[in-house]
Every structure is written in structure tokens, then in C-alpha cells.
């Protein structure tokens, strides 16, 4: 079991800037990948950017590359997503999750765990 807690979201306007953390606890041990996604208002979830355990591997959705930065500390246990230029059609719930596996992917389907979420709200 691998449990996740996310932080940092809130509301900002556009342009701003926001981090947000993930700590891991549990079955830390295991060299997994994490991700992050979100869910906005009435549409379902989707994958934003997702990190390998050395954090070397990245990879993120079209609609955040340039602007997003993922990483993580694995002495910390947290994963963070550094959202830059943020834009109204940013405002969602963001979820952090975990893949066992180790495979850096963005289907949903693949990832094993998952957080609460935090609320990002970013008004224009």
C-alpha cells in the first residue's frame, strides 16, 4: 500500500505561479513512477505529467509542456509539479499517483494508487 497526500493548491489568477507537493508514505521502498493529473469541473480525469523514480524520465500532456515542470526528491518521498503561467482552463482537482511498475506512462489505468487531490483555481 502506498499512500499519497497532496498539497499547494489554492486560487491564483492567470499568469501566476504554484507548486504543488505530493509526500508518499507506505511502500516507499518499491522504485515507483509517479504522475500527476486532474480532473476539472464536469470532464473526467487527465494525465498532465508523469516522472520516473531516478527523475530522469519525464514526460507531460501537450496542453502543459513549456509551462509545467514535474519532479521529485526520493529522500522526501514527494513528488512536485511546478505549474508556471497559469491559465483559467488550469482549474481542476489535482491528483498524484503512483505506477509500481516504474513505467513512466500517462493512462490513467496504469497507475496503482492515487491521492486525495488538491484544488487548483485559477481565475482570469
Known amino acids: 500500500q502506498v499512500q499519497l497526500v497532496e498539497s499547494g493548491g489554492g486560487l491564483v489568477q492567470a499568469g501566476d505561479s504554484l507548486r504543488l507537493s505530493c509526500a508518499a508514505s507506505?511502500?516507499?521502498?518499491?522504485?515507483?513512477?509517479m504522475g500527476w493529473f486532474r480532473q476539472a469541473p464536469g470532464k473526467g480525469r487527465e494525465f498532465v505529467a508523469a516522472i520516473s523514480w531516478s527523475g530522469r524520465g519525464t514526460y507531460y500532456a501537450d496542453s502543459v509542456k513549456g509551462r509545467f515542470t514535474i519532479s521529485r526528491d526520493n529522500a522526501k518521498n514527494t513528488v512536485y509539479l511546478q505549474m508556471n503561467s497559469l491559465k483559467p482552463e488550469d482549474t481542476a482537482v489535482y491528483y498524484c499517483?503512483?505506477?509500481?511498475?516504474?513505467?513512466?506512462?500517462?493512462?490513467?489505468?496504469?497507475?496503482?494508487?492515487w491521492g486525495q487531490g488538491t484544488l487548483v483555481t485559477v481565475s482570469s
Open positions: 499517483a503512483v505506477v509500481l511498475s516504474g513505467l513512466v506512462v500517462g493512462t490513467l489505468e496504469d497507475y496503482d494508487y
Open positions: 507506505g511502500r516507499t521502498s518499491s522504485r515507483y513512477a
